[in-house]
């Protein structure tokens, strides 16, 4: 038998949805969506049916009494406070992320935002390339590197391992 999940904004229990064989699970008090590890990626694309479906299933719900800037647990693990980090250092979206099992929350509206965004898997890569060459052309690298090819390298590894914290 699967252990309930409970929204970290209401604490409704989660409703779990198979979307294209994907099990997710949306929050009916706000409208919210957890993603265990690695499922964001089959939504976040305006490309991909399943993200039209699960935006189309989460707009059912809402509420416009909840403080989202408050720090949430993870539905999965009630003791553990998700992080909250930007999707991309260049698209300031809040998502929250457990550090426990990396499943992610989002908050009513994030889904389209991030669609909106990224809206192909081409524009997150040149939007990581441009940030990398950001760093690169500052010069800071110079003190760690011998050349701009093997601080360019060294650095795309990072920001792919990379989350983009938010304070």
Not at 143 to 153: C, G, R, S, T, Y
Request: glycine residues 6%; aromatic residues 10%.
């Amino acid at each position: 038998m699967k252990d309930i999940l409970y929204c970290p904004r209401t604490g409704v229990p989660l409703t779990e949805v198979d979307i294209d064989g994907i099990h997710i699970e949306i929050s009916t008090g706000c409208g919210g969506i957890f993603f265990d590890n690695f499922e964001l990626q089959h939504f976040d694309e305006e490309h991909e049916p399943a993200g039209n479906k699960l935006l189309d299933i989460s707009s059912l719900y809402h509420s416009s009494e909840i403080d989202f800037s408050q720090r949430i647990k993870c539905p999965k693990h009630p003791l553990v406070v998700m992080r909250r980090h930007f999707f991309s250092p260049f698209c300031r979206i809040d998502i929250d992320v457990c550090p426990e099992c990396n499943g992610v929350w989002l908050d009513p509206g994030e889904l389209a935002e991030i669609r909106d965004a990224f809206p192909k898997e081409n524009i997150k890569k040149l939007t990581t390339e441009r940030y990398i060459s950001e760093i690169v052309a500052s010069g800071g690298w110079s003190e760690h590197f011998e050349n701009v090819d093997e601080a360019h390298l060294s650095i795309s590894r990072i920001s792919r391992m990379m989350v983009w914290i938010r304070d």
